[in-house]
């Protein structure tokens, strides 16, 4: 029953993410949530996420946004970035997560989907047929309020990390340590 909401991967930040090996794996495009996946709630993209987006597409991956914000939230965020975007997608609904394979151009097998939220980015790219990694939400350091739906997610990722049998379905997707 909850198994719609376990991640493929779970994974400290997009920045663990060894993209190369992504695509060694036959994904041809990423999509992405933007906040607290990419920078904090509300933020504009940082000099690390344009060369990330950067990084991504001289590996020759495909990139879109998939989220609930407005047009104006996404646009703004990707004032350096080149990446199409799908605004307002009312996720977990699988109808834009499919839109966005198709705009893409990719089969849903090639398409991995990048999020903070078991219940909306992991719940919709899993009933969408999608793989999924789920990073760690960003948070400010003095946080210490969070609502009754991350507290959820707490108890869900810790039966998550019981069940090995759905961890690591992707594989070996982290960098390397950087000596």
């Known amino acids: 029953m909850f198994k719609l909401f376990y991640p493929y991967e779970y994974v400290d930040s997009v920045f663990a993410i060894d993209y190369r090996k992504l695509q060694d794996k036959g ?3 990423v999509i992405f ?65 499919l839109r966005a394979v198709d705009m893409l151009g990719i089969k849903k097998t090639e398409a991995v989907m990048i999020g903070d939220q ?13 793989d999924n990694i789920l990073v760690k939400y ?20 810790r039966w998550y990390q019981k069940n090995k049998s759905y961890q690591n379905r992707i594989g070996d997707i982290l960098r390397k340590e950087q000596d």
């Open 138 to 157: 960003m948070r400010y350091d003095d946080e210490v309020k969070i609502g009754i739906r991350r507290n959820i997610e707490k108890i869900l990722l």
């Open 27 to 29: 994904y041809k495009a």
């Open 33 to 97: 949530d933007i906040d607290n996946t990419l920078v904090h709630h509300g933020e504009d993209s940082t000099k690390e996420v344009d060369n990330l987006f950067e990084e991504i597409h001289e590996l020759g991956l495909k990139t879109l946004l998939l989220s609930n914000n407005c047009d104006e939230r996404i646009e703004s965020f990707l004032e350096n970035i080149e990446a199409p975007f799908i605004s307002d997608a009312q996720k977990p609904n699988k109808d834009n997560y």
């Open 118 to 130: 078991l219940f909306t980015d992991i719940y919709g790219a899993n009933l969408s047929g999608i």
